[in-house]
């Protein structure tokens, strides 16, 4: 059976002025996932830094001062706005979004005995 990542397709397909360009790497994360499943970590994070080189311009975030993946990806995640337009809870929304994302990228806990 294919995989398809649909809501990457589909913000594509609404998008293509801004996302035609994670085209290719969706295209390979779909084969690899199918093909090469060994493959597919290597594959998200091209996908990653694809988004950091196309999304973090537009957002006027320079991160070219930063090599580490996880800083480059907080800096972009802290200065995306989740605000769904019109929403009357629309600050709630981009603030729950935001802490979500935050935990996504914040350093591990310590294991603890």
Known sequence: MHYTLQMLRTLIADHPD????????????????????????????????????????????????????????????KAMDFHSINHPEAEKINAIIGKLLAQLTAPPLPWRN
């Open 18 to 77: 801004r996302a035609e360009p994670l085209t290719r790497h969706v295209d390979a994360l779909e084969k690899a996932i199918d093909a090469e499943p060994e493959l597919c970590l290597h594959r998200v994070r091209a996908l990653f830094e694809s988004v950091h080189a196309t999304i973090a311009p537009q957002l006027g975030i320079d991160i070219s001062d930063v090599i580490e993946f996880p800083t480059r990806n907080s800096r972009i995640i």
